[in-house]
């Protein structure tokens, strides 16, 4: 039978011989044991770089779902490692729990957000992966691995950012804490100013990132701070549901595809006249929700994203770079820049590993190619000493990688460990890691 697999941006497509849904992590230990090779791991396709791609076998954990239990003193949850982000917010909830943070796309599973480095904003938090306090692994072979930071830690540091290619988690315990409320304000404030004042905004705010399209003299900033106030029930959106704005904002990328020099005038469009927060200001009442409802936007219209980790003190001075380059280099585009703080954690492949950082990520509509905007921005980010998000797009490999990450030998001595017939890893990930 021939299978395919998309991922949700439909630039990353594979031709499995088979793809596996099993229903408990026993069903996944023997199915990964026997599987044809290369074998990699599904969550909901919001990774941009091929990931899954493959010839042999694709797992997709989306079966292996749901809240096990929880711990109501440490603040911590079992969680199935298919669990959606978006499904888990509600579980946790009636469980007294929330996430510490988590990013504005809540689309993906869970497995597949803390095995990227996906994250949030918020100048003294971490990334999803760095509230892991546990996981269990169905390695190459079948076994099964528990890590945690006293057993097997040299996994558990390794694994909270792997890729999948040390194993399968099938099991993540999360470190939470007890349900609370987030308020949101935002407006659209000078760039400017927005720029001379980052590092205020980000001290005085729980969450703080701004957007910015590159021709206009505006950026949309968003806040979500910490509140007693009572929250109210938020409706979301379906996968693919589309809101107004997202037609008056498809309707622009489809129109600077055939009228590229109108790309200009609608970027200013749509930061002063139409959106979320244009017409806003930081001082408005703003709206109160609980946590996992207050984090997500409904992303609808589909892109292609790359996205870097850059030292904190240094994030102004680099979007200012990215910003003037696409400005200048003649590409067509239409998407804003995104502007987020980040804490730094431990975790040996993490993008933030021992460096608070600011990530800029760069967007391109998914009907237009994306590779020659990208490659100007990526040559700006290295010169930053930026390091990519691994589920968005980049080109650098394991001779660029290594000079990045500290641990990089570290993790590479336990990818080989647990994994020495390469039987996790696809070609993408041979080139990533040097393994051919």
């Not at 599904?42 to 941009?48: D, E, I, L, P, V």
């Not at 694709?58 to 969680?79: E, M, N």
């Not at 057993?151 to 804490?177: H, K, W, Y």
């Not at 700006?380 to 001779?399: C, Q, S, V």
């Amino acid at each position: 039978m021939n299978y395919v697999w998309s991922n949700w941006s439909g630039w990353v497509k594979a031709w499995p011989k088979s793809i596996a849904e099993p229903a408990s992590e026993e069903e996944l230990a023997a199915i990964v044991q026997e599987a044809e090779a290369p074998v990699r791991v599904a969550g909901t396709g919001h990774s941009f770089t091929p990931l899954v791609e493959t010839a042999g076998t694709i797992v997709t954990l989306r079966h292996i779902a749901g809240v096990i239990d929880h711990d109501p003193t440490a603040f911590t949850a079992r969680i199935k490692a298919g669990t959606t982000v978006r499904d888990l917010g509600p579980m946790l909830f009636d469980r007294g729990l929330g996430l510490a943070n988590q990013g504005d796309i809540d689309r993906q599973a869970l497995a597949g957000a803390v095995g990227t480095g996906t994250h949030g904003t918020g100048g003294g938090l971490g990334s999803i992966s760095a509230a892991v306090a546990g996981f269990r692994l169905v390695t190459a072979d079948g076994g099964i691995v528990n890590a945690n930071r006293d057993e097997n830690p040299d996994v558990f540091d390794a694994g909270r950012v792997s890729m999948g290619s040390l194993g399968i988690m099938s099991e993540i315990t999360m470190q939470c804490r007890p349900a609370y409320a987030l308020e949101e304000t935002g407006g659209a404030m000078p760039v400017a100013e927005v720029l001379s004042r980052v590092e205020e905004l980000r001290d005085a705010n729980r969450h703080f990132e701004f957007f910015w399209f590159p021709y206009a003299d505006l950026a949309i900033v968003k806040i979500l701070a910490e509140t007693d106030k009572q929250p109210k029930p938020r409706r979301r959106r379906a996968e693919d549901e589309l809101s107004r704005d997202d037609r008056i904002f498809i309707t622009a990328c489809e129109t600077t595809r055939y009228a590229p020099f109108l790309r200009g005038p609608l970027q200013k469009y749509l930061t002063s006249g139409s959106g979320r927060y244009s017409s806003g200001s930081l001082t408005d009442p703003g709206r109160v929700r609980w946590s996992h409802e207050a984090f997500p936007s409904d992303r609808n219209v589909r892109f292609n994203e790359m996205e870097y980790a850059v030292p904190a003190d240094r994030g102004p001075d680099c979007i200012r770079e990215v910003a003037a380059h696409m400005r200048k280099c003649g590409v067509n585009f239409l998407f804003p820049l995104e502007f987020r703080y980040v804490g730094a954690d431990d975790a040996w492949l993490s993008p933030f590993y021992k460096r608070d950082s600011v990530t800029i990520s760069v967007h391109q509509y998914h009907r237009q190619p994306y590779e020659e905007l990208f490659a100007g921005v990526e040559a700006i980010f290295a010169r930053y000493e930026g390091r990519p998000h691994w589920g968005k797009l980049h080109t650098l490999e394991a001779r660029e990688l290594s000079k990045l990450y500290p641990r990089w030998d570290d993790f590479q001595a336990v990818r080989r460990r647990l994994d020495p017939k390469k039987k996790l890893l696809n070609p993408y990930l041979k080139r990533l890691f040097g393994e051919f």
